[in-house]
């Protein structure tokens, strides 16, 4: 157990489901932020929050949809999702600016029929 | 802009052996420096960091790493390879991403398995 946990940690969901991940910490840090993880690929940056505030999103498609509710809670909402959206999804979360690293959560693996 | 190049997607090594991990990086300031391991169906885990200070950096298992800015290097060692550390290990930097925050930017990752 890293301190950061994801649920549930497998998913199978068809094209027009609607569907959420959830993550939660509770080490008290400040950032939480969402990674896309796909084979072959190197690990993608999707969104940051920052005291709850979302800071940063990398042109992630509209069909990914976060939500910060407080420090300690991150979701993912899915709609619509593509076969190539299949793949592990990671939570980490971070004191400040990370320079101290991120905690990752055990992942999401991610199945879209 | 600041990125990380790992050397190698796939590297194996005997039981007992060295292992060396290659990881370059380009940055225009100091920066700070990550390795991160990954067994199979689980998330990252933090190896080792540099920030200030000394530059060889120890980590958990075993592990360590030489910040050398001539080279730009961060290369991952450990001296006897272990069944065990069979896994994909993550070279990682953080970067100003806008708006006062920072990002993790990782690289592509290098496989390691350890033949007995």
């Known amino acids: 157990e890293t301190g950061v946990t994801q649920t549930p940690r497998h998913l199978v969901m068809g094209m027009t489901n609607k569907k959420s991940l959830k993550c939660e910490q509770h080490l008290g840090h400040n950032a939480m932020y969402w990674y896309k993880q796909s084979a072959k690929k190197p690990l993608e940056l999707m969104f940051v929050?920052?005291?709850?505030?979302?800071?940063e999103n990398n042109s992630v498609p509209s069909r990914f949809s976060p939500e910060c509710p407080n420090s300690s809670h991150l979701f993912l909402h899915l709609h619509t999702l593509q076969p190539e959206d299949s793949a592990l999804y990671l939570c980490?979360?971070?004191?400040?600016?990370?320079?101290?690293?991120?905690?990752f959560g055990s992942g999401t693996r991610l199945t879209v029929v | 802009a600041q990125s990380v190049t790992q050397l190698g997607s796939h590297v194996s090594v005997s039981e007992g052996a060295l292992v060396l991990l290659r990881c370059n990086y380009s940055?225009?300031?100091?920066?700070?420096l990550f390795w991160y391991v990954q067994y199979p169906n689980q998330g990252l885990q933090l190896l080792l960091k540099?920030?200030?200070?000394?530059?060889l950096v120890k980590g958990i298992n075993g592990f360590e790493a030489e910040f050398k800015k001539s080279e730009t290097s961060f290369h991952l060692t450990k001296p006897s390879a272990h069944m065990s550390d069979a896994a994909e290990y993550f070279c990682?930097?953080?970067?100003?991403?806008?708006?006062?925050?920072?990002?993790?930017?990782f690289g592509k990752g290098t496989k390691l398995s350890v033949i007995p």
């Open positions: 929050y920052s005291l709850e505030e979302r800071v």
């Open positions: 980490a979360s971070s004191r400040g600016q990370g320079a101290g690293g991120y905690t």
């Open positions: 940055s225009s300031v100091p920066p700070y």
């Open positions: 540099y920030t200030t200070g000394a530059t």
């Open positions: 990682a930097v953080i970067r100003p991403s806008g708006a006062g925050s920072y990002q993790l930017t």
